[in-house]
């Protein structure tokens, strides 16, 4: 039975391959890792071969995240490690959600979909952290909390205190199947009550998770030290223009808790997300030889979060519910305005 297993994974990794034009002696490194401090992202499978390393994700359905996640990751990669060859990115899978193609294209992803029995065989089980303190899996699944859908379950949670998990689902517009897999994991976690309603009983063991599963710092790509005084000064300048040349961009953490009514201030830091890396270039206009200006940090998304941002005061800023995900993934830096904007909210 295991030669048999053997054989057909050896076939699936031939086909896969095949697809990619890549030699069929070359060798697959299984669950490559990339590291941050002490915490571990892993990618499906990485090949070297020529002259490119060439990293691929799988997922049943890719969508924007599955993209965003593996650009991301790349983006990681490539500041840590002194790698020579360059790097290609392909996200695997079953199907592939419409809306996805474009963005791919964009940013350099290549889509590649594989037979329903192949792709079976190729897609790996859930790893699970072997460090003591890790209460979540490092990889995407219905039980990381900071998936797209499961931290749209979480605010509700924050926000609406639900009294049951089938409620919880229809306020999230989440499948009763999933909304039920995210609440027994942080009910198995010590997270949340499920006795008397649904309600977070311990915040900091929640952040603490969130911040360990997907820091912001991970998202990273590059600091411009600009001429502005102050964050504020930063942010409408800045938003300004790009409004102006039609580039996408949502100013985000401490930069958009203001406008959710935190008042936590950091002047000498701005967070900005910009989805389309060649538009980064827009933002050197703004830097200066002078690093006592505010310093603006510029991050690639893991999501589409475009879809749900809003101007306010002329300012795009990503969706309240992303805006809590992103301070959270500050950690103790974010905590403050994070649990402010958590009071603010469920009293609404």
């Not at 590291?35 to 359905?61: C, H, M, P, Q, W």
């Not at 005084?229 to 958009?256: P, R």
């Not at 002047?267 to 002078?290: C, E, K």
Request: with cysteine; proline share 3%.
């Amino acid at each position: 039975m295991q030669i048999l297993m053997d054989d057909e994974l050896e076939q699936a990794n031939h086909y896969l391959l095949e697809k990619l034009g890549l030699p069929l002696d070359a060798r697959f490194e299984d669950n490559f890792s990339i590291k941050l401090g002490n915490r571990e992202f892993l990618i499906d499978k990485a090949v070297e071969s020529l002259n490119y390393v060439t990293l691929i994700e799988l997922k049943s359905r890719i969508n924007e995240d599955t993209v965003y996640r593996i650009y991301a990751l790349s983006r990681l990669l490539e500041d840590q490690r002194n790698i020579k060859n360059r790097i290609r990115l392909v996200c695997a899978g079953k199907s592939l959600k419409y809306s996805t193609q474009e963005l791919a294209d964009k940013l350099g992803v290549e889509i590649v979909i594989l037979p329903h029995k192949l792709y079976n065989i190729l897609a790996p089980e859930q790893y699970n952290s072997t460090e003591s303190n890790r209460e979540f899996s490092v990889r995407s699944s219905p039980a990381k909390i900071t998936s797209h859908k499961a931290w749209k379950i979480i605010c509700t949670i924050l926000s609406k205190k639900p009294p049951s998990i089938l409620s919880l689902s229809k306020e999230a517009n989440v499948s009763y199947g999933w909304t039920n897999s995210i609440i027994h994991k942080l009910g198995d976690a010590g997270i949340i009550h499920m006795s008397y309603g649904l309600m977070i009983k311990d915040l900091d063991k929640l952040f603490n998770a969130v911040s360990w599963e997907r820091p912001l710092e991970s998202l990273h790509v590059e600091t411009i030290h600009t001429r502005f005084k102050i964050s504020n000064d930063c942010i409408n300048e800045v938003a300004l223009n790009l409004n102006k040349l039609g580039i996408e961009y949502a100013f985000t953490a401490h930069s958009s808790s203001l406008y959710y009514g935190s008042t936590t201030i950091r002047d000498d830091t701005a967070y900005i997300y910009m989805p389309d890396p060649r538009a980064r270039q827009n933002l050197r206009i703004f830097s200066v030889n002078n690093e006592k200006g505010c310093a603006l940090k510029v991050y690639t998304p893991d999501r589409d979060i475009m879809g749900s941002s809003q101007i306010l005061g002329g300012v795009r800023i990503v969706s309240l519910c992303q805006n809590l995900l992103d301070l959270a993934g500050l950690g103790i830096d974010g905590r403050a305005s994070l649990k402010e904007l958590v009071s603010k909210d469920g009293k609404k």
